[in-house]
């Protein structure tokens, strides 16, 4: 499974991230607020991630991807932000959410119907 990490008081060491990295290598991504957005990097490779777990303002989160569907490509990695028409783009900024997950979700059409019946 994939590894997602919650750095919110303490950041995680050159280590951690290191050992994160390496058991889940197809890809990094962090998401982090900054002047009232929420921005987002994906597709990072170990160096990349590393630098960017040091300086991003706390809370941040990151995750570290083993491809489960799509195989290895920077596009798949997370985060995704949370809109109508998900971009694939590498990098960016959102005034809603992201949304990092661990693992496959195959009913999601189903769950999402279900949803939207129970909710009017």
């Known amino acids: 499974m994939c ?5 919110d ?3 995680p060491t050159d280590e951690q991230v290191g050992k994160m990295f390496n058991s889940n290598d197809a ?5 982090w607020r900054e002047k009232g957005q929420v921005r987002w990097k994906k597709g990072l490779e ?4 590393t630098e960017l777990c040091q300086k991003v303002p706390l809370p941040y989160v ?3 991807r ?3 569907v799509g195989g290895k490509t920077p ?3 997370h985060p995704f932000p949370v809109t109508a028409d998900v971009p694939l783009e590498l990098q960016g900024t959102t005034k809603g959410y992201v949304l990092f997950h661990n693992g496959h979700w195959a009913r999601w059409r189903e769950s999402t119907l ?3 019946v129970r909710s009017n």
């Open 3 to 7: 590894v997602v990490c919650i750095a």
């Open 27 to 31: 890809g990094a991504g962090i998401a």
């Open 75 to 77: 596009y798949l990695c």
């Open 62 to 64: 990151v995750h570290f």
């Open 46 to 49: 170990l160096e990349e991630v």
């Open 66 to 68: 083993i491809p489960s």
């Open 114 to 116: 279900e949803a939207s």
């Open 9 to 11: 008081e303490v950041r």
